[in-house]
T-cell receptor, first 110, second 113 residues
């Protein structure tokens, strides 16, 4: 069965420091993987997606994610957090249906 | 702005009532998906339509139904509403379906009193 696990429900960083949001997936084949961001009272916005091309995927707003098949991971990173990055981040596996992780709330402290 | 529109933004109604949520997909997208996001359960897939036909069903209650019209907009009908139906309802669209990228609308917040 396909599944996705976000390892941290809450991450807190200081502005200007790196961000790491962790995601592990379970799939019997190479899936399409996505990261979405959701700001309060807003819809989900696509940050980036992996679809079996380059393993390092660059997204919007300076975010990147690296697909590691051996570790079944698709962690999201950003070198320097900005206050506007504070939001809920969701790792998603698409196997024909979207399977959502439980989400990680990113807090950015000034 | 994803290009997916949903109306209304907010809806407040009473238990036992019926409501209709509307979604217009991005121009050119043939697939429409409905999701429910509640506080305790996160995002749950409800149903997918592709070019007017039901394509996939998720955790959709029998009290809920949906349809996609010839102009590709979709409506989600929720009837005999219960307090537990209070949630954010999102619509998403994609060009075809399957593993395509889905683009989400801003959601409709339903409050059942």
């Amino acid at each position: 069965a396909q599944s996705v696990t976000q390892l941290d429900s809450h991450v807190s960083v200081s502005e200007g420091t790196p961000v790491l949001l962790r995601c592990n997936y379970s799939s019997s084949y190479s899936p399409s993987l996505f990261w979405y961001v959701q700001h309060p009272n807003k819809g989900l916005q696509l940050l980036l997606k992996y679809t079996s091309a380059a393993t390092l995927v660059k997204g919007i707003n300076g975010f990147e994610a690296e697909f590691k098949k051996s570790e079944t991971s698709f962690h999201l990173t950003k070198p320097s957090a900005h206050m506007s990055d504070a939001a809920e981040y969701c790792c998603v596996v698409n196997t024909g249906k979207l399977i959502f992780g439980q989400g990680t709330t990113l807090q950015v402290k000034p | 702005d994803s290009g997916v529109t949903q109306t209304p933004k907010h809806l407040i109604t009473a238990t036992g009532q019926r409501v209709t949520l509307r979604c217009s997909p991005r121009s050119g997208d043939l697939s429409v998906y409905w999701y429910q996001q509640s506080l305790d359960q996160g995002l749950q897939f409800l149903i997918q339509y592709y070019n007017g036909e039901e394509r996939a069903k998720g955790n959709i209650l029998e009290r809920f139904s949906a349809q996609q019209f010839p102009d590709l907009h979709s409506e989600l009908n929720l009837s005999s509403l219960e307090l537990g139906d209070s949630a954010l309802y999102f619509c998403a669209s994609s060009v075809l379906g399957d593993t395509d990228t889905q683009y989400f609308g801003p959601g409709t917040r339903l409050t059942v009193l």
